[in-house]
């Protein structure tokens, strides 16, 4: 699976973002899809994913993100209220399919204080 991921910005603290990850296959097929991020000098975290079993958040994104996915469109989102600094990253999506795992080229999320 290909994945392009886009969206990203400078935003203000306070505000929103939404980002898309296109899919160059039904993600009907896909079992498991989700973003992470990766912010200056720290390792890639796990954010948010979708499944058939439902959605997950991390703690610290947790009541500001919502990740969803439109399946007549192969896109995975991601709506980001309530920004701050310390979300301040590059944003991956990823997809599970079987052993294959993935990856989008990222896209940058800054939030200015």
């Known amino acids: 699976v290909q994945l392009q991921a886009s969206g990203g910005g400078l935003v203000q603290a306070g505000g929103s973002l939404r980002l898309s990850c296109a899919a160059s296959?039904?993600?009907?097929?896909?079992?498991?899809m989700g973003w992470y991020r990766q912010a200056p000098g720290k390792q890639r975290e796990w954010v948010a994913d979708?499944?058939?079993?439902?959605?997950n958040y991390a703690d610290s994104v947790k009541g500001r993100f919502t990740v969803s996915r439109n399946n007549a469109k192969n896109t995975l989102y991601l709506q980001m209220n309530s920004l701050t600094p310390e979300d301040t990253a590059v944003y991956y999506c990823?997809?599970?399919?079987?052993?294959?795992?993935?990856w989008g080229q990222g896209t940058q999320v800054t939030v200015s204080s």
């Open positions: 979708t499944s058939r079993a439902g959605t």
């Open positions: 296959r039904n993600v009907l097929s896909i079992t498991v």
């Open positions: 990823n997809a599970v399919r079987g052993p294959v795992v993935s």
